[in-house]
């Protein structure tokens, strides 16, 4: 589903002393399909910027599409077409509250009227993505799990909704090196497999540049940066001056450009991890006809 | 990441912060969850607050459910510009939340019933209780008979969302 | 006992209770010392321990098996609870948590006021270490106003103006943003080296293990290693089995090192840029 | 985040009302409420009254700020007024329409419980309006400190109060994340019957109970870490200090209460 920001502002407690914009005139394309990281400071905007994408919030002006419907400062997204985008907040775990997983995982769906056999089948499936075993845990307590079982319940509460848009507000916090691979894997592979079009909010540049094939930069309020990844990740002071980082990958290629004479230097565009390694096997390795 | 969710006994520590937290619970739902009535009677005014102060009382007993009502109201009425009521209040509610914890802790019997009761109970008090006030702040005994519909309301309202809840709330906190 | 050893686990086992009676042990055999002022950081998947670990440190739980010693102080005695707790400070995950007062100097206050310490005296104490966390402007700040990384930092405070010997930092960035997360490691780094402070860090970040004394890395109840930075990441296959990662230069060297690329071991990566290229140039 | 939100009226300043002694003031609450019930005629009233007005001109808030403090109780006093107009009779007969009568006790009995009323809210508004609440819990503490003599456990009544000030706008934020977690999973609170909405309430209550309780449960480990071991042995940290402000409330207070006193019938 393709999204549009047209000129999207969202200002706080409007009218108050505490009056605040959040969000300034923003402006942005997401094509249908896409996996797009979004970054930025504490206190950027990003969580706002996203809670207009189901209608949790309003923009104060200008439009937002969303597929073919049109969500303006006087028109909210019908409670339908809520389900087609799903959102998954930080700490989602958080929001368990049902007896049994299953019960959990069933409640989206069941808010959106779906018939009762459609829902089980659905709720199977998606503890399956999320790595899950139905049969042994569907009747288990969700308060009773490991804290990562609770957060990939939790997913797979959103994911059983089938949404065409997936939102996600840094999914893998606190989570250790493994549980962090398995969460984004799960993600990124029903992000191709059922051709969604994603949004994940991280801190981790590594997570962004691993992962998206686009990336939106937010700095107070604004869009400060957007792109393929390899495009943003060469405005490295840019970053920098939002005291943001780059990608250790990145550095480490400018940081060896700087040592290295012109004709040597590393294309900037080596910013996924494997690449990086591929490119550097592939200089240093004794030919093998040598 | 937090770890498993676990009952753990209870120490002194926890009792005081847990009812620390139902005070700002009730404190917060007075204040701030307010649906206000077009009809007289504390000003039309229908808060939420007899909702964690009910579930104080039911889930984790009497001396719970006295402090969440005590200080959580009392502290509302104190800093809201009611200071004249917070004595009173501090200990007209401050007995609901008593007398509900006592009756749920001491009554056996089906559950829904029991619960049923301590609201009655509860409600008893306020309105006897904040009676005696007004009649003393408005100075005759008709017009106080005007808050009793909302102080019904209020605590109505709050037990048909609190009794279906306590069930599952005990059991997640090993209680029941 | 070694002079130098400011905390000793002898053989630590320890078991919780389960969701239906069952007993679920969660340490075994955990035996190592930490030398006084040294910074260490505990490695370890969800699980593994770590915060039960650091629980038994400062007497929160007692071991059931072996013993727990702080500057010699056994944490079973139960006369030497509130010293053993003074000396060592913890710092939560969840700023949000961890934070008692209505008003940063309120919440400084907070051990003060439990060991007794005279009101005056801890005026004095209070304005110290809120200059030593960088936070003396916000005296009289709300709690809910700060970031996330200040507010950890207060919590910091909180425990640095009860002149503690050892901080226990438990994932204490977990929950931070990279800015917040640098301004607390800066900030433990800077008590460790200026006023002789150890940290224990536990952290899900290889990354900030770099820079420690030593590494302990827990693996289902128990160390599976223990040693300086460049003994333990340079076993990045036993750490990967058991789902953990290595700081980045580490990761790549690795890569190559294993497809036969000669270069030896780096931790950091100014290190790895100087070889790589090295070896670049000479091609 | 619901970063901004006030809890209580507290309005920041500098005025003398504002640095006065949260204690002085609670204890001229009193003092103040017991007079207004003592008025008894047109010259207590008056004095009380233009004495609140005063009162209100050195908070330096402005007269219709405080006035607003009003708006939840000007039915209640509108009520009072009809209803006394209508049940208290003596004295002159004002006006007289079939059985109905207006009489000049009932007028009098009007006007002054009203003020009495209005009097009682203003006075409290002022006292909220310039101390905020942590000064207000802090100085009820200091109070009621001599209580712990008598086995009241005062401190750990403090450590509450201040607790739970502290954690309001957490739980406040919390409720905001939760509400909207759920409702991008579906869930619907705005319509439907009684019941039903009692029932919708059901996802938000319970994460939030789950979370207050794990936040217990955290936010004790930490207390203990750092020490806590119940009210005994604790000291205090000092913030409260008596200045010439609080001499002139007690000043004024014995004028008061002499001045009413002479005056009321
Ligand atoms: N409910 C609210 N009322 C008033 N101001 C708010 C509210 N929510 C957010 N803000 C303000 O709007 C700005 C943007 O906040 P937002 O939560 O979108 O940032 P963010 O980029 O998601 O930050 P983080 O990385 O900390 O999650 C911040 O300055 C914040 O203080
Ligand atoms: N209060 C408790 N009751 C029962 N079991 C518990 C309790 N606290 C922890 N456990 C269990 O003990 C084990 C170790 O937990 P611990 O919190 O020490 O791990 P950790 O290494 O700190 O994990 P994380 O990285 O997630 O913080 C886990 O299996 C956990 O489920
Ligand atoms: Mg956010
Ligand atoms: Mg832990």
């Not at chain 3, 053989?11 to 042990?25: A, F, I, L, M």
């Amino acid at each position: 589903m393709q999204i549009t920001f047209d000129q999207v502002s969202h200002i706080y407690a409007k009218g108050t002393p505490f009056e605040r914009v959040a969000l300034h005139n923003i402006s942005l394309t997401i094509p249908s399909g896409s996996f797009v990281g979004i970054i930025g400071h504490t206190g950027s905007g990003k969580s706002t910027l996203i809670q207009h994408l189901n209608g949790l919030l309003m923009p104060s002006t200008g439009q937002i599409t969303l597929g073919d419907a049109v969500i303006t400062p006087k028109r909210r997204l019908p409670h339908a077409q809520r389900r087609d985008i799903g959102l998954v907040f930080q700490y989602p775990e958080h929001q368990l509250f049902e007896e049994t997983v299953a019960k959990d995982v069933a409640f989206g769906p069941l808010n959106f009227d779906l018939p009762t056999e459609m829902v089980e089948a659905r709720v199977k499936e998606s503890l399956e993505i999320v790595g899950l075993d139905y049969a042994t845990i569907k009747d288990r307590s969700p308060f009773h799990l490991s804290g990562g079982q609770m957060r990939r319940v939790a997913l797979a509460g959103v994911l059983a909704m089938q949404p065409k848009v997936l939102v996600l507000d840094e999914p893998t916090a606190g989570l250790d090196p493994a549980g962090r691979v398995t969460i984004l894997e799960g993600i990124y592979r029903i992000h191709r497999e059922q051709n969604l079009t994603t949004l994940l909010v991280t801190h981790s540049m590594e997570e962004a540049a691993r992962y998206a094939d686009y990336l939106l930069v937010m700095a107070q309020g604004q869009v400060a940066l957007q792109g393929k990844p390899e495009e943003v990740f060469m405005h490295v002071n840019r970053l920098r001056e939002l005291s943001l980082d780059v990608p250790e990958t990145v550095a480490l290629v400018s940081q060896m450009n700087q040592m290295l004479p012109d004709k040597a230097s590393l294309p900037s565009s080596l910013y996924r991890e494997e690449e990086l390694i591929a490119h550097l096997l592939e200089r240093l390795s004794v030919p093998k006809e040598g | 990441m937090d770890s498993t969710f676990s009952p753990r006994k209870a120490t002194k520590t926890k009792t005081l912060v847990i009812n620390a937290l139902f005070i700002a619970f009730t404190l917060a739902a007075t204040m701030f969850i307010n649906l206000r009535l077009p009809i007289m009677g504390n000003g039309g005014l229908i808060h939420l607050g007899n909702v964690p102060l009910l579930i104080a009382a039911f889930v984790y007993g009497r001396k719970t459910g006295a402090i969440a009502g005590a200080f959580g109201m009392g502290l509302f009425d104190l800093i809201s510009g009611w200071t004249a009521w917070a004595p009173f209040t501090f200990v007209i509610v401050g007995a609901m939340g008593y007398v509900a914890g006592l009756i749920a802790e001491k009554v056996p019997g089906n559950r829904v019933f029991v619960y049923a009761l301590a609201v009655v109970a509860a409600l008893v008090i306020k309105i006897v209780g904040y009676y005696f006030v007004e009649v003393i702040l408005y100075g005759n005994w008709i017009q106080p008979f005007g808050s009793i519909p909302g102080n019904v309301l209020q605590v109505v309202v709050a037990a048909v969302i609190v009794i279906p809840l306590v069930g599952r709330l005990k059991k997640i906190v090993g209680q029941g | 006992m070694n002079e130098d050893n400011l905390l000793a686990l002898r053989d630590v086992s320890y078991t919780y209770d389960g969701e239906d009676g069952q007993r679920v042990p969660v340490l075994q055999g955990v035996d190592f010392t930490i030398q006084k002022g040294s910074f260490v950081s505990v490695l370890g998947h969800n699980g593994s321990g770590k915060s039960t670990m650091a629980k038994l440190m400062n007497a929160l739980l007692l071991p059931e098996g072996g013993t727990v010693l702080i500057s010699g102080m056994d944490t079973k005695d139960g006369e030497l609870l509130w010293e053993i707790r003074r000396h060592v400070g913890m710092v939560f995950q969840n700023p949000d948590n961890q934070i008692v007062g209505a008003t940063v100097e309120d919440d400084v206050a907070f051990g003060l006021e439990n060991m007794g310490v005279d009101p005056k005296e801890m005026r004095v104490r209070i304005d110290e270490a809120l200059v030593s966390v960088g936070m003396d402007s916000y005296l009289q700040a709300q709690p809910h106003r700060l970031s996330g990384g200040q507010k950890q930092r207060v919590a910091i405070a909180g425990i640095m103006a009860m002149r503690p010997s050892v901080i226990i930092l438990d994932e204490a960035t977990a929950m931070l943003d990279p800015q917040g997360r640098m301004e607390v490691l800066n900030l433990a780094r800077q008590l460790n080296r200026d006023e002789g402070l150890t940290i224990i860090n536990i952290t899900h970040f290889p990354e900030e293990a770099i820079y420690s004394d030593k590494v302990i890395v827990m693996n289902a109840g128990e160390v599976l290693m223990e040693g300086k930075p460049s003994e333990v990441f340079n076993e990045v296959d036993r750490l990967k089995q058991v789902g953990l990662d290595v700081p980045f230069a580490v990761r790549l060297r690795h890569a190559l090192h294993s497809k036969g690329i000669d270069l030896p071991f780096v931790l950091h990566q100014e290190e790895l840029v100087e070889h790589v290229c090295k070896l670049l140039l000479t091609k | 985040m619901l970063q901004n939100i006030a809890i209580g009226q507290y309005v920041p300043g500098q005025s003398f009302l504002h640095r006065v002694d949260p204690r002085s003031k609670l204890l001229f609450i009193i003092l103040f409420a017991t007079l207004i019930f003592l008025a008894n005629n047109t010259v207590t009233y008056a004095i009380l009254v233009g004495f609140t007005l005063y009162a209100a001109f050195l908070s330096r808030l402005s007269l219709s700020y405080i006035l607003k403090s009003l708006k939840p109780v000007w039915i209640l006093i509108l009520f009072t007024v009809v209803l006394h107009i209508f049940i208290t009779k003596g004295g002159t007969v004002y006006f007289q329409w079939g059985w109905f009568t207006v009489e000049e006790q009932g007028v009098r009995q009007a006007i002054f419980i009203s003020l009495r009323l209005g009097l009682l809210i203003l006075i409290s508004s002022l006292l909220t309006l310039t101390t905020s609440p942590i000064d207000l819990t802090e100085g009820l503490e200091r109070l009621l400190g001599p209580l712990g003599k008598i086995g009241i456990p005062v401190h750990d009544i403090a450590l509450m109060m201040s607790i739970a000030l502290r954690f309001i706008p957490t739980l406040m934020e919390e409720t905001d994340k939760i509400i909207k977690a759920q409702t991008a999973r579906g869930a619907n609170f705005t319509s439907g019957s009684l019941v039903r909405r009692a029932k919708n309430l059901i996802p938000i209550a319970i994460p939030l109970f789950v979370s207050a309780f794990r936040r217990a449960e955290e936010l004790a480990l930490a207390m203990e870490a750092r020490g806590y071991r119940g009210g005994v042995g604790r000291t205090r940290l000092n913030k409260l200090t008596f200045t010439w402000r609080d001499g002139v409330v007690a000043v004024v207070s014995v004028i008061l209460v002499i001045v009413i006193g002479w005056w009321r019938t």
